[in-house]
């Protein structure tokens, strides 16, 4: 049987903050470690039938940066949605969210400049 691995390292602050985090598989098409500013991990608990996740971010992530992330996160459920369960309407009622919080995020933006 085929295993495949991801690896997670965070560099914390003295206020055990997260300043780097890096990450790394056995099937990323990129070789070595990566660094990212963002991730999000949510894993379901079918003993209590809930959701556990992680969400960790660095110092430096930005909140434009921030939302964008949320965005295209909520997105990919989206589409992991529709493969999973072919409930169309629920994917694209997801998407319709990801739409209206893109054009406001982008006029946020605009006024920021």
Not at 20 to 44: C, L, M, Q
Not at 48 to 56: F, M, P, Q, S, V
Not at 91 to 106: M, N, P, Q, W, Y
Request: charged share 30%; hydrophobic share 40%.
């Amino acid at each position: 049987m085929k295993k495949s691995e991801i690896h997670f390292t965070v560099e914390l602050d003295e206020q055990n903050i997260p300043d780097k985090i890096f990450w790394e598989a056995t099937d990323n098409p990129n070789e070595g470690i990566n660094d990212t500013r963002a991730i999000a991990i949510a894993v379901w608990d079918h003993y209590h039938r809930g959701t556990l996740k992680i969400d960790l971010w660095t110092k430096d992530m930005e909140v434009f940066e921030m939302k964008r992330f949320y965005i295209e996160l909520m997105s990919g459920i989206a589409d992991t949605l529709l493969t999973a369960t072919n409930d169309n309407a629920m994917a694209e009622a997801i998407e319709g969210v990801c739409e209206t919080l893109s054009k406001r995020l982008d006029e946020e933006m605009k006024a920021a400049k």
